[in-house]
């Protein structure tokens, strides 16, 4: 598609639930990236994808959170049993390339996550 | 590691004021130098970047100098609109690596 999609752009949970995020990149951005931003704070780097490589998925905060992506397809991002911690817009972004420096990260609009 | 450091805001503004944001970065390799702006309810948009020392990256009437003498790309311009308030982010990539993020500095312009 033209830009990045992600889908909800707004999900209101109730604690212990699980949710799933989707993440749409740019056709042809082998990379993709997922990141949380709580309110009013910078970003925080959760799980990148480079093409059909083992993702990184150091950023992760617990074991709750879970992400895949389809070959250089559409990405989502679980969390299980939902906490109120967790609320926060969740964004994702691709590249053309991983580890290239010219290439910048085009953004989705994000996923806003409230869990009440 | 690599990393940005950019000054905290929030910066306030009255409109047509001269703005500047600084940013600093740390990084071992030659990296390309960005700045994101983040308007309200929105993901991040890529607004200039740099790819090499002494490059000067511009749009909508902001610059950022690539400066490897001072390890900076401090965003700059000339006289700033409601409009353009947001969160600029500065962000660093070198060769291998994965965009390293400043802080984010918010702007507010005033009428």
């Known amino acids: ?116 | 590691g690599d990393s940005v450091t950019q000054m905290e805001g929030p910066v306030t503004l009255s409109e047509e004021a001269f703005l500047t944001i600084n940013c600093t970065y740390t990084a071992t390799g030659y990296p390309s130098l960005f700045w994101y702006v983040q308007y309200p309810g929105e993901g991040l948009q890529l607004l200039l970047k740099a790819t090499k020392a002494d490059d000067k990256g511009s749009n909508k009437g902001f610059e950022a100098t690539y400066r490897k003498e001072t390890t900076s790309f401090h965003l700059e311009k000339g006289s700033v609109q409601v409009s353009d308030s947001a969160v600029y982010f500065c962000a660093l990539r070198d060769l291998g690596d994965d965009m390293r993020f400043g802080a984010g500095t918010r702007l507010t312009v005033k009428p």
């Open chain 1, 1 to 116: 598609g033209a830009g990045v999609s992600q889908s909800p752009s707004n999900k209101v949970t109730e604690k212990g639930k699980d949710v799933e995020l989707r993440c749409d990149p740019i056709s042809g951005h082998t990379a993709l990236y997922w990141y949380r931003q709580r309110l009013g704070q910078g970003l925080e780097f959760l799980i990148y994808f480079q093409g059909n490589s083992a993702p990184d998925k150091s950023g992760l905060p617990s074991d709750r959170f879970s992400a895949e992506r389809t070959g250089e397809s559409v990405s989502t991002l679980t969390i299980q049993r939902t906490q109120q911690e967790d609320s926060a817009v969740y964004l994702c972004a691709s590249s053309l390339e991983g580890g290239m420096p010219n290439y910048g990260y085009t953004f989705g609009s994000g996923t806003r996550l409230t869990v009440v």
